[in-house]
């Protein structure tokens, strides 16, 4: 995992394995045209952020690998390629950090828990909700609730890839 962090972090000689594979990895997929390009870039990140457990780097946008395919492919030899390659990972590479409404939503859920749990034990048809106790009741709910946004989220970044996919057709 140690070498796999340096090379994303602007790498060391020693990671040229690292390199070869994830690079070899990349070369494997036919690529003929940009939209094979970029599924072999989304699926490289998804390999990457697959080995980490607890760090996730985000793909550069859409306009960024697009230039760097027309660069990638005007490349006449294999080894030109691939050291454009690893620039382009090291240099374009950012870690996924959480936003200011994953945040805030994290603070804010417990005590609306809380509210909605003693709201919900005057209600004669929820009165059951007393029998839970507060312990089990808030974690569960801001669990629920930061689950719930993570998945609103990967719906709508699949929506704006299938976009933008179809938008490329045309």
């Known amino acids: 995992m140690g070498m796999l962090m340096s090379v994303m972090g602007k790498g060391v000689p ?14 494997k997929k ?8 970029h599924i072999a870039v989304l699926d490289l990140f998804s390999t990457v952020n697959a080995a980490l457990p607890g760090k996730h780097y985000d793909v550069p946008p859409l306009d960024v690998v697009e230039s760097f395919y027309d660069k990638w492919k005007s490349g006449k030899e294999e080894q030109d390629k691939k050291e454009m ?11 996924s950090t959480l936003d200011d409404v994953t945040i805030m939503l ?18 004669p048809q929820l009165n059951m909700i007393k029998v839970i106790p507060d312990v089990i009741f808030v974690p569960t709910a801001t669990l629920i609730t930061l689950v719930s946004l993570k998945l609103s989220r990967r719906a709508a ?4 890839i299938s976009d933008a996919y179809e938008e490329g057709k045309k």
Do not use: C, H
Request: hydrophobic share 45%; net charge neutral; no cysteine.
């Open 30 to 37: 036919d690529v003929k045209e940009f939209d094979d390009f």
């Open 14 to 27: 020693s990671v040229s394995m690292l390199t070869d594979t994830l690079y070899g990895q990349f070369v």
């Open 157 to 160: 970044q699949r929506r704006q």
């Open 106 to 123: 994290g603070v804010a859920a417990p005590p609306a828990a809380m509210v909605m749990k003693r709201a919900g034990e005057s209600i």
């Open 85 to 95: 390659f690893v620039k382009f990972m090291t240099s374009n590479i950012s870690l």
